[in-house]
């Protein structure tokens, strides 16, 4: 009978001190490691579980403790032919070959962990939110990704809207996508069975007006010295989104000091990992003056980081992001601005300024920082002054 522990190696320990969780598997005395999506410090792990005092124990003792349970199903599962396999054979078995027999809900569980560990915890907590209502309409803890078709959709859309709006919808949809993507690029999956395209349409919620006009702007702008010090202090942030070209709210309040350079702010997304170059013109350059951080371009995230206590790490930019909204909305009502502020609205506005500008819709997905990753992406140098004429076209349309 074939054993399995979970552990660590020290053939590659990351700069972070942290080492790739793997499961040991020996059979007939000689050992094959399978790997795992995560990584620890291996003073943290004992015995095969994560020891109590390390932040996230619990939820990753879950994932590995549900994988070893698969391994060991399967294992009982080939039952007295086992004697006869060697080790390369028994791991054969036990990690299957690609194509639509793995598990969606424990590969969603295991991404779920992932997030955590990266500290994407609003990533996490929507694709928790997808497979809770997934199970709900199934009923079953297991489904296979071949399970997953379009007619399985179309049924789990109707299950949704019971309850749900259509923008809802279109989120969990776009999160079993993504989930779809990742478990093909990790050759876990076949191409053949994603479920999207011509015979499945995720549906899109274009009825939602999401952009402030331009008279609501010069509002804040006039009105912002007679509110409080924090509504103030957000509607900055909510114009410093705006003047970088719609830039995501935690990738800007991640900016290091360096990132800012030679009147460019360069940094890499959180989302999709790639490099964007933005032009810091004057009325952002203002904003970002007023607000010197110390390690960070703006102070808000390190302050957060010095009076968050270790079990709440990760959590920060959410709770920023809830407090900023919350005086967003607040100080939008006390202006009379119809539409409910929150920081993407500042996204949203500057893109359809752009649009009306007369700017190409290449040129704005560029500077949004939405982009394929493609092998021709990749290859186009990309024109940056284009891109500088497009956002100077936008801050000025506001003063007009």
Request: aromatic share 12%.
């Amino acid at each position: 009978m074939a054993t399995i522990k979970a552990c660590t190696k020290n053939d590659f320990v990351k700069s972070d001190g942290k080492s790739k969780i793997y499961f040991r598997i020996i059979h007939k005395k000689v050992i094959k490691y399978l790997p795992t999506d995560y990584y620890i410090e291996p003073k943290y792990l004992e015995k095969g579980k994560i020891k109590p005092n390390y932040r996230g124990h619990s939820t990753l003792n879950k994932a590995l403790a549900s994988q070893y349970q698969d391994y060991y199903d399967t294992i009982v599962d080939i039952g007295p032919e086992i004697r006869d396999m060697n080790v390369e054979q028994v791991v054969k078995r036990l990690t299957g070959e690609p194509g639509g027999g793995a598990d969606f809900v424990q590969y969603t569980r295991d991404r779920i962990v992932s997030l955590l560990l990266e500290g994407r915890i609003s990533t996490m907590e929507v694709y928790a939110a997808t497979l809770k209502i997934l199970l709900a309409m199934t009923g079953s803890e297991k489904i296979k990704f071949r399970e997953i078709t379009p007619e399985f959709l179309k049924r789990l859309e109707k299950y949704i809207l019971l309850n749900h709006s259509a923008n809802t919808l279109r989120n969990y949809m776009c999160n079993i996508r993504a989930i779809f993507n990742k478990a093909i690029a990790d050759k876990l999956v076949k191409q053949d069975l994603f479920p999207f395209g011509k015979k499945y349409k995720i549906v899109q919620d274009r009825k939602r007006v999401r952009a402030i006009d331009r008279n609501d702007l010069r509002r804040l702008l006039i009105a912002q010295p007679y509110l409080t010090p924090a509504q103030q202090r957000d509607i900055d942030i909510f114009f410093l989104i705006f003047y970088t070209g719609g830039t995501n709210f935690k990738d800007l309040l991640y900016l290091k000091k360096e990132d800012y350079y030679k009147g460019r702010i360069i940094y890499r997304r959180f989302k999709t990992g790639r490099e964007y170059s933005i032009k810091v013109f004057p009325e952002a350059a203002e904003i970002i003056k007023r607000y010197p951080g110390d390690k960070y371009l703006l102070p808000f995230i390190e302050k957060k980081l010095t009076i968050h206590p270790a079990s709440r790490r990760g959590y920060e930019i959410k709770d920023l992001l809830k407090n900023t909204n919350k005086n967003l909305r607040i100080a939008g009502e006390s202006l009379g601005v119809e539409l409910r502020l929150k920081t993407y609205i500042a996204r949203y506005s500057f893109a359809t300024m752009a649009s009306k500008a007369g700017v190409s819709k290449d040129v704005i997905a560029h500077i949004l920082g939405h982009g394929e990753d493609t092998i021709t992406d990749l290859y186009i140098d990309f024109d940056e002054d284009a891109a500088d004429t497009a956002l100077k076209k936008v801050i000025d349309a506001i003063k007009s």
